[in-house]
């Protein structure tokens, strides 16, 4: 049995325990956005590089298969909406669960290749999703 004068020990204890930490929800590091100057389509050579602390993944839009482990990019029309098989794509759509930086490397033909870091954002121990748009611009002398 706990006397009385063990009583504001015991209090002192429990303002002094640790609150159980929150549990972070499950966020990608990165929503990539790869588009051309001018909502013109990306070249069918267009090459994603994605460089993360597990390693290199690469992104082909040429290939109908991808083995994706944390890039997952899906195929936009001009308007946004899924491309109908054939169909030019204006925009590369892409969750990067990176879960930290990046470094981002675009090669397409007509096009200078792009290199780009990008910095994970957190908030209380968890991670923020960033949205970065990168957009392929060839300047005077491309497509």
Request: glycine share 10%; aromatic share 4%.
């Amino acid at each position: 049995m706990i006397s009385v004068k063990h009583l504001p020990f015991l209090l002192l204890l429990a303002g002094c325990s640790s609150p159980q930490e929150e549990d972070c929800p499950l966020r990608p590091a990165f929503q990539l956005r790869l588009v051309t100057a001018g909502a013109k389509p990306l070249p069918s050579d267009t090459v994603l590089r994605v460089k993360y602390g597990g390693g290199v993944e690469e992104y082909r839009l040429d290939e109908a298969v991808h083995s994706q482990e944390n890039v997952f990019c899906q195929h936009r029309d001009v308007d946004g909406g899924p491309v109908e098989a054939g169909a030019s794509v204006n925009e590369l759509s892409c969750v990067l669960w990176t879960q930290g930086a990046a470094d981002i490397s675009v090669e397409a033909s007509g096009y200078p290749d792009l290199e780009k870091t990008l910095e994970a954002k957190g908030k209380n121990r968890c991670i923020e999703t960033v949205d970065v748009t990168l957009t392929l611009d060839a300047g005077d002398g491309g497509p």
